[in-house]
């Protein structure tokens, strides 16, 4: 089994529909992230949280939200999808402390937004 | 605040040809720094990263990258390419805070590598 699993895989919903992209994981990590995939725009940051009672915007939160249900939980939601939504979100973990940054990944949830 | 550039944002080279991914960085203080790997319809993984000692690390599939610190890159190579290499090639730097852990990643746009037979 993944250590970090995203549900669901691949959606397609239509303008104005609420959107909710769940995030699990195994790893035992208390920083999670949401990170936005566009073709020749690399990845970039919605919202991280370092603990469940700690939630910070990133580069990008604008028409998104964030909720951190425990700490293997972390999910996110689109309060009213539009067409530039569209694009292939991860979720991401590390481990807190002393620690090298590297970030453990999903394999994705691909939303289209029509 | 860091940032990466990756120079290319394609690369075509040919079968068993080598190839090199160039990767710049900025930053104000001391980084990690990384290459993740992204195949078709697939998550990051990563493919390899500089902590500190050595500045030349190795993968486990033949890729190899250098820090050099002058000139603040992190270029990803291998002498000779397979068509499996074909993928997303990202490269992305953590900052070191003063107490010596580090901040989440920030990625550069990446680089597709296009292996034609």
């Known amino acids: 089994d993944a250590d970090v699993t995203q549900t669901p895989r691949n959606r397609i919903t239509k303008t104005g529909k609420r959107i909710m992209l769940e995030c699990s994981q195994t790893k035992g990590h208390d920083r999670m992230y949401w990170y936005r995939q566009d073709p020749g725009l690399g990845l970039r940051l919605i919202y991280y949280?370092?603990?469940?009672?700690?939630?910070n915007k990133g580069e990008i939160s604008d028409g998104y939200s964030v909720s951190r249900q425990a700490q293997a939980k972390f999910s996110l939601s689109l309060e009213s999808a539009i067409p530039n939504q569209t694009a292939l979100y991860f979720c991401?973990?590390?481990?807190?402390?002393?620690?090298?940054?590297?970030?453990?990944f999903g394999e994705g949830s691909r939303l289209t937004v029509l | 605040a860091q940032s990466v550039t990756q120079l290319d944002s394609q690369v075509p080279v040919f079968e068993e040809a080598p190839v090199e991914l160039r990767c710049n960085y900025s930053?104000?203080?001391?980084?990690?720094l990384f290459w993740y790997v992204q195949y078709p319809n697939q998550g990051l993984q990563l493919l390899l990263k500089?902590?500190?000692?050595?500045?030349l690390v190795e993968s486990i599939n033949g890729f190899e990258a250098e820090f050099n610190k002058s000139q603040t890159s992190f270029h990803l190579r291998k002498p000779s390419v397979h068509i499996s290499d074909t993928a997303e090639y990202f490269c992305?730097?953590?900052?070191?805070?003063?107490?010596?852990?580090?901040?989440?990643?920030?990625f550069g746009k990446g680089t597709h590598l296009i292996i034609q037979p």
């Open positions: 992305a730097v953590s900052e070191i805070y003063s107490g010596g852990g580090a901040d989440g990643l920030t």
């Open positions: 991401a973990t590390r481990g807190g402390g002393l620690n090298t940054g590297e970030l453990f």
């Open positions: 949280s370092f603990d469940v009672k700690d939630i």
């Open positions: 930053s104000s203080v001391s980084v990690y």
């Open positions: 500089y902590l500190s000692g050595s500045t």
